[in-house]
């Protein structure tokens, strides 16, 4: 690429693999961000917080932001601030602080072989009931795992949604879905898992692959069957039923117990109608006229 002209960028979205394993100042990048999110015990989704550095190299420097008010934030060759607060988020910044205090290097190096090992453990249990996409050599992977349903789709008409619907059935909040790839789930359990949490949840992926067995086999229609009518609210089961499963198998799929059910609060809504129309929830503005 520097041979073309061209500069690198190296994506540091997650980390979750080269913490304490990889120097990615080697990596030959020219620019790359880190996110706090996730690798140093910030949450993730909800439309962020994303706060992290930016690191280039010495050629770059010249270009990056400063700010009017603290000629310390940045050169003074700069385009000008990107942000209200040049160093970040202090609300955020001294919880991945502490986090790094408090693990050291030995404990960092620790939750990212345990965040690699345990997405290898996913990807093995779940290899022979899903592809699994992108492995290396030996049919390892990174941090995470992506589980391929496009073929299931094509085949049965069981979407990934339906799949990350009838997760939350068991219990589970869906993993990432259709990113970097469209149909498939990226699942990263990072170090934070126990074992027995990671069989629950390949537990709940292969009872899931036995129902789309049986969406296939022509024993539930594949517009009304378990997957397609996840997730189930009490007050749906509790109504009228006339669907071709039964109660008992949409609240309790296999695995679930009776003691510590998580009933879903709300049932599928359309997802595509919602991000392409706005709809306010607030009060009206004429009711604050009084």
Known sequence: VHDAGGQVYVDGANLNALVGLARPGRFGADVSHLNLHKTFCIPHGGGGPGVGPVAVRAHLAPHLPNHPLDETAGPATGPGP?????????????ISWAYVRLMGGEGLTRATQVAVLSANYVATRLQPHFPVLYTGRGGRVAHECIVDLRTITQSTGVTVDDVAKRLVDFGFHAPTMSFPVAGTLMIEPTESEGLAELDRFCEAMIAIRKEIDEVAAGTWPKDDNPLRGAPHTASCLTGEWERPYSRELAAYPAGVAREGKYWPPVRRIDGAYGDRNL?????SPE???S
């Not at 990107?82 to 001294?94: D, E, F, K, N, R």
């Not at 709809?279 to 009060?283: L, T, Y």
């Open 82 to 94: 990107v942000s209200a607060a040049p160093y970040g988020s202090a609300g955020i910044l001294p």
């Open 279 to 283: 709809v306010c929830s607030c009060p």
């Open 287 to 289: 009711a604050y006229e």
